[in-house]
C-alpha cells in the first residue's frame, strides 16, 4: 500500500438513503467486512427504530460495533473510536477491506482525522446542573456560557445540541482547558476512499416517512414498551433516539399515537438536514453519489481500480 498504508471505505450519508444495502454488497463483492458508525445501533434491545442491520443482513456480511452495550451504558467518543480502530486493524490483519458505514458523522470524521479526544469521564451532578440551566434559562443562555468559555467550540455546536453543549463545558471547566484545545487530530495510517450516499431532498423526506410508517407496522411501539417496562428510562441518552423518545412520551400518557408518529417524522426531516450539515463541513474528498440513480457495479469497479492503484 502506498506509504505503508492500509485501505478504508467510508459509505456515509443521512438516515434512510440506502447505506446498508450497498454496504453489504460492496462487502460481499470486495471480501469486507463492516463496521458501523452509528450511534443508536450500538445499544442492545434497540433493533426497529435505529434501522439496525436485520439478522439475515448480518450474516450476509460480518458487522462489527453493533449491539456494543445496553441503552444504560454510556459509550464515550473516545471508546467508540478505539473499538473501530480496533475493529478495522482486524480486519486487515485478516487480508479484507474494512468499510466503515453510518450516518453518524462525529464518529466518521473522529475516526477519519484521528480526532484526540478529552479523556474526561462524565460528572452526573455537573451535567444534570448545566441541564438544569439550560431548562431554566434556555438552550441560548446556556451556549453563552459556553461561547465564553471556548468561543471556539461555541462555532462548532448548534446551541440546540444541548448534549454536546453540556459535554464541551464540562470538558472545559472539570480540566480548565478548552475542548478545541484538546481535540487536536493524528490521522490515522489509512489510505480512505469515502462514498457519500444522496438523493434529492424531498425524495429522501418522504423516504423517511415510509420508513416510519414501517417501523410502527413492524412493532416499534412494542419494543419502546418493552424498553419502559425494564426500566430504560426516557431520560437515558439511549432512549432520547428519534422515535424512542416521542413514542414513549405517548405511552406516558403525555401526547397521542398520532401526533407522536407525526413527530418522529418531522425530527426525522431535521435530523437529515443536520446530518448533511455536518458532512459538508466535514467534507475530507467526499464522492457523492445519487442513491436512486446508483450504478453499483461502477462503484465495485472504481473501487477495485483504487485499490489497485494503492498497492
Known amino acids: 500500500m502506498t506509504g505503508n498504508k492500509q485501505p478504508l471505505v467510508v459509505i456515509l450519508g443521512p438516515t434512510a438513503v440506502g447505506k446498508t444495502r450497498l454496504a453489504i454488497t460492496l462487502a460481499q463483492e470486495l471480501n469486507g467486512e463492516i463496521v458501523g458508525a452509528d450511534s443508536r445501533q450500538i445499544y442492545h434491545y434497540m433493533d426497529i427504530g435505529t434501522a439496525k442491520p436485520t439478522a439475515n443482513e448480518q450474516r450476509q456480511a460480518v458487522h462489527h460495533l453493533i449491539d456494543v452495550v445496553n441503552p444504560n451504558e454510556n459509550l464515550s467518543l473516545a471508546q467508540y473510536q478505539r473499538m473501530a480502530y480496533a475493529a478495522i486493524d482486524g480486519i486487515h490483519q485478516r487480508g479484507r477491506l474494512p468499510l466503515l458505514v453510518g450516518g453518524t458523522g462525529q464518529y466518521i470524521t473522529a475516526v477519519e482525522e484521528g480526532w ?8 452526573d451532578a455537573l451535567r ?48 480548565g482547558t478548552p475542548i478545541t484545545e484538546l481535540q487536536q487530530k493524528k490521522p490515522p495510517s489509512y489510505e480512505i476512499l469515502t462514498y457519500g450516499m444522496e438523493m434529492a431532498r424531498d425524495v429522501l423526506y418522504e423516504r423517511a416517512d415510509r420508513r416510519v410508517d414501517m417501523m410502527m407496522e413492524s412493532g416499534l411501539l412494542g419494543e419502546v414498551q418493552w424498553l419502559l417496562d425494564r426500566e430504560y428510562t426516557p431520560t437515558l441518552p439511549a432512549m432520547s433516539g428519534i422515535g ?10 403525555e401526547t397521542t399515537l398520532e401526533a407522536a408518529i407525526e413527530a418522529t417524522k418531522h425530527i426525522t426531516h431535521d435530523f437529515i438536514r443536520r446530518q448533511y450539515t455536518w458532512f459538508r463541513g466535514h467534507d475530507n474528498g467526499i464522492l457523492w453519489h445519487n442513491s436512486t440513480a446508483l450504478a453499483t457495479d461502477r462503484l465495485i469497479q472504481k473501487t477495485e481500480s483504487w485499490l489497485k492503484a494503492i498497492q
Open 116 to 123: 484526540s479526544i478529552p479523556e474526561v469521564p462524565p460528572n
Open 244 to 253: 424512542y423518545k416521542q413514542l414513549a412520551a405517548h405511552l406516558l400518557g
Open 128 to 175: 444534570n446542573k448545566l441541564e438544569t440551566y439550560a431548562k431554566d434559562n434556555g438552550a441560548d443562555a446556556l451556549h453563552q456560557r459556553l461561547r465564553a468559555l471556548d468561543a471556539e467550540a461555541a462555532k462548532k455546536i448548534h446551541p440546540n445540541n444541548v448534549r454536546r453543549v453540556i459535554r464541551a463545558l464540562e470538558v472545559c471547566i472539570e480540566t
